[in-house]
DNA sequence: AAATTGATGATTTTATACAATGGAAAGAAT
DNA sequence: ATTCTTTCCATTGTATAAAATCATCAATTT
């Protein structure tokens, strides 16, 4: 017998056409967004056609317009004539991430809350479980897949397709930076899954108000921490006349 | 003396790089967009690449750019194989745009309005006027122009320019159906020009709570009056769940 | 020494050609 | 007559080649 060869999926990436994608470029864009959201393509890295089109066996072309599909979901800025470059979002920008995270949410949480259903809950339940264990074991691989289950479940009947795809974009935006605050501090990860547990109960119990304040206060506790976070890091005064803190929350 | 063939922007399109854009499909997107807003390509009209690469001189793979471009603004639905279609809105995915605006600007609003400066001021009364006159003589071309120019000023300050950014492409994705309402009802006409006069009196004085209580207004305003007249035309009894009001406005 | 100009090469942008897809029409089967 | 299958063709998607742009470096001028 000759020996198995194991060909792992993260070892010799299959991107092409198939059951997934239709075309090459969303094959790509897949396979670079994936890149970006891990950090295999950190910030402020300029990513080059040439070389991706080689590596994923393809022409330039539909590199070229996945990297244009992502710079539309704000992971890459192209500069005309110079190239692509990994988004490298500042602590103010990290922030706004967040400030529209806060605009948005609860709308879609108070839309939405009321019309779930015990499959929901089911769903949720596990969701939650899988995300408690994501984050017991420092497991920063699936945190936000889980992460985004949890809050696009969550919103599903909220009949605002376009507000929920804004959402779910920032929240593949955030989770780069998350990822950081969450590995650093012990106490934010607790949190986070506490929060998630208390607002599927309240959810479960009908107290929308009290789901939607706690679902205000759980985003903006990751961005307050998160803040924090780059700010130490930074030591950088922040100056800007809309900065500091975030949006007037009536937190009662 | 020969006689002086006069050459209309409109009549012969000249779409190319220069000193407005940097690249061919940016200066393809601009001019697809343009007629995307001004009701030359109307929803559900479809778009083939090659008539508009003839059309602009240009190869196809400036113009497939564009598209994706234009996709990304929500103006498009780029199906794969199957080409690029304006986008019809229904009335719920029109309202849905309307709620997001409502859930966005006031913050702008409220960030921004402090710092208004008098030379600020003296453009959005310039900027009032010529809305006036552009009411008042149904110059529904300028109409978005001047209403994004208004709103913009005012949030120019706001530090946030992923959320300004966002509400400006939803002005003008608005604009296509809100020409409808405007052109429609003589009484709408006046009423957003008294409101954005009342607006830009009202920070001025300092008195941006009630400013931004009249913006929300005044977009729900013509929310409400859209979603009539299409309802009115469609005949259509909502029955979505989460349909029929908006968010919930604490109109005090 | 500093500033300007010109040449070069790497990379991106666009043009042209070829391949793939999907819808419509035609033909075959029931 | 209706339904299913096959073929054809228009259009889109991608590959390859050529053109354009920009950054860098070397040479020249001030």
Redesign the interface.
Known sequence: MPPIISIHKRDMPVVGKGLKH??MS?AAAAEIRERILDGTYSPEMHLRQDVLAAEFGMSR?PI??AL??L??E?LLNIL??RGAVVVKLSA??IE??F??RL??EP?LF???AP?LTSSDFSRLTKTLSEYSAAIREVNVNTWNDLNTEFHMTIYK???????IS?VRNLLAECDRHTRIQLTSITADRKRAVREHRKILKLCKQGRYEEGVQLMKEHIDHIRVALIDLLHVRQEVPDA????GSA??LPID
């Open positions: 239709k075309t969303e072309i070229r317009e244009l599909s710079e539309s704000g005309p004539h103010e920008e706004e991430l400030n529209m605009l948005l709308f108070l839309r939405s019309h009947y909220a009949c605002s397709p376009r507000i804004t800007s006349p809309g900065g949006i007037e």
